[in-house]
């Protein structure tokens, strides 16, 4: 009796494991089609996620690139208010000075038109004039009128534009600015505010 309940339960079981099988064999094509959904989502995310991530990168490089040229204006044009750099470079054309027909004035034309320049025009007047005439005169009254502005970027700035900041300047400060403005722009505004006390 033992042994045909024994007999029956390994038939059973062997039954029961064949079943079992044939359910998972014919569950796999199911499994493999999820499978492969899933496989085709995670592949659509990861592509998305690269997409993203290259966006991001080619406008990080892009910012880069601007932001290298533009620190390299900056550094080229700092570079420019060193004393000798232009001289040394012999860096502009006529066509490209602040005084127009340059070299069809004479020196005493030229000595007018200087003081309404800024530094850095005066130094590109200077490398220009080293470079070719390099009449005495001229050069001499460039040097007259070169120096350090009250404050960077001052000879940039519009007299709207210089009032409001003079106003938070100490007297030192104030005298450096009509100091430096008698010498080159001479805008009354300008030296009047300078003046008050």
């Given at each position: 009796m033992d042994l045909l309940k024994e007999t029956q339960r390994s038939l059973y079981a062997t039954v029961g494991a064949a079943a079992w099988m044939v359910d998972a064999m014919l569950a796999i094509p199911e499994q493999v089609e999820n499978t492969?959904?899933?496989?085709?989502?995670?592949?659509?995310?990861?592509?998305?996620?690269?997409?993203?991530?290259?966006?991001?990168?080619?406008?990080?490089?892009?910012?880069?690139?601007?932001e290298v040229q533009h620190r390299a204006r900056q550094v080229g044009n700092t570079a420019r208010w060193i004393p000798?750099?232009?001289?040394?470079?012999g860096a502009v054309e006529e066509e490209e000075l602040a005084i127009a027909d340059y070299d069809s004035l004479t020196a005493d034309q030229i000595d007018h038109k200087l003081p309404a320049l800024s530094?850095?025009?005066?130094?590109?007047?200077?490398?220009?004039?080293?470079?070719?005439?390099?009449?005495?005169?001229?050069?001499?009254r460039i040097e007259?009128?070169?120096?350090?502005?009250p404050?960077?970027?001052?000879?940039?700035?519009?007299?709207?534009?210089i009032l409001p900041r003079m106003r938070?300047?100490?007297?030192?400060?104030?005298?450096?600015?009509?100091a430096y403005e008698s010498r080159h722009k001479q805008r009354r505004s300008v030296l009047a505010a300078a003046a008050r006390s």
């Open positions: 492969w959904q899933e496989r085709e989502q995670w592949m659509n995310r990861a592509g998305d996620a690269f997409d993203a991530l290259a966006g991001r990168g080619q406008a990080v490089l892009g910012n880069a690139q601007e000798g750099v232009v001289r040394a470079e530094q850095k025009e005066l130094r590109e007047l200077e490398g220009y004039e080293m470079k070719n005439r390099h009449r005495s005169t001229v050069l001499n007259e009128l070169l120096g350090d502005e404050w960077t970027g001052y000879d940039d700035m519009t007299v709207e534009e938070s300047l100490d007297p030192d400060g104030r005298e450096q600015v009509a």
